[in-house]
């Protein structure tokens, strides 16, 4: 069958996805592996979506997105940051996976290159590369609190580069950008007449300092798209809806590969968006507020075991130990930690070169979990080579 699959895809690696077969295996695992929110959309989304269903939202609606959903967007930009956005610079994605999907898709020519700081989200080499780009992945270090640095970046620059990636706060590492770095990458972009692509789907779940969206800074409004998500903000994960702001030309492409691959988000969902972001601050007090907490413990834990290295993060509820004193790779670390102690991890390696010789957690668990999980790791005998 191989003749008939493109030739692009068929030496193609799947990525990050769920491991069933090693949760089948044991009975006590602890699934530390998916980010995906523990807690159900809270009830008064879920009951007003259903209130709207009822009233008939459950047909097609408009392409570009419910425009109430679109007005209260707009609105929430203004009262969160100060920051001015149009009903036409804003498309309601289903996620904002398939958003960034359709950037690249709008964005890119085929040898285009996009730079992605690692370690990135593993899906963003897929995205470029199914756009027919090539993904230049920027390395990023622990010493440097996974932050960027201007002469690598520099160095990453071609005739060929369209565009730039940053995640912040970042998945896997935790990191989170201040301004000097946001500067750093604005200015960059401006001097290389760059496109920058900021993935701020964890807006809320910064710890530490204060959120500064890329597009707020001078000379970026129009040179930056801002991709967005209800997903984890909200604990919507299965509801698959999300949305990109940008300037009203890059909005019309984007919208016309939209109509080519979903046409429009569910309505139910978004009407389910439109609800949340009505109480968005109780959201994050009852919710996001346990994920710090939980973050915190495990970055505490992780701290006291000899063999492991963290760079504390500062927001998400992903941390990125280090393994490097173990001496092992990182895919044998993971496999060794699944049957010695039933734990799932992610393998750093999952998410660039720079992530190799760590392990990515999750702690989408409730803390006697997490406190279960770090039992076990600390009870591994595990020989310190690099000490």
Known sequence: MQKYIAKRFRN???????????????????????????????RRIIDAAYRDACAGYTHYGDPKGDPELIDAICAAW??????????AEVLITTSSCMGMSQVMLGLLDPGDEVIVFGPYFAVYQQQIELAGGKCVEVVTRSEDGFLPREDALHAAITPRTRALILNTPCNPTGAAYGRETLEMIARVAR??????????IYTRYLYDGEFIPLRTLPGMKDRTVTLNSFSKNFMMTGWRVGCIIAHPDLIRVFQHVNNGLTYTTPAISQRAALHALSIREQIAAEYISQYKERVYYTADRLQAIPWITLQRPRGTFYLFPGIEKTGMDDKEFCGILLEEAHL???????FGLAGRGHFRIAAT?????????????EKMHICIQNA
Request: aromatic share 4%; charged share 30%.
């Open 12 to 42: 193609a690696q799947s990525g990050l996805s769920l491991d069933t077969e090693a949760l089948r295996r044991y009975n006590d695992i602890i699934d530390l592996s998916i980010g995906d929110t523990d807690f159900i959309t809270d």
């Open 78 to 87: 203004q009262a969160d940051f100060d920051a001015r956005v149009t009903p």
């Open 191 to 200: 001097e290389a007449d760059l496109l920058a692509v900021a993935d701020e």
């Open 344 to 350: 799932l991890v992610s393998p750093g390696s999952a």
């Open 365 to 377: 668990v409730p803390t006697e979990k997490l406190a279960e999980a770090m039992d076990r790791l």
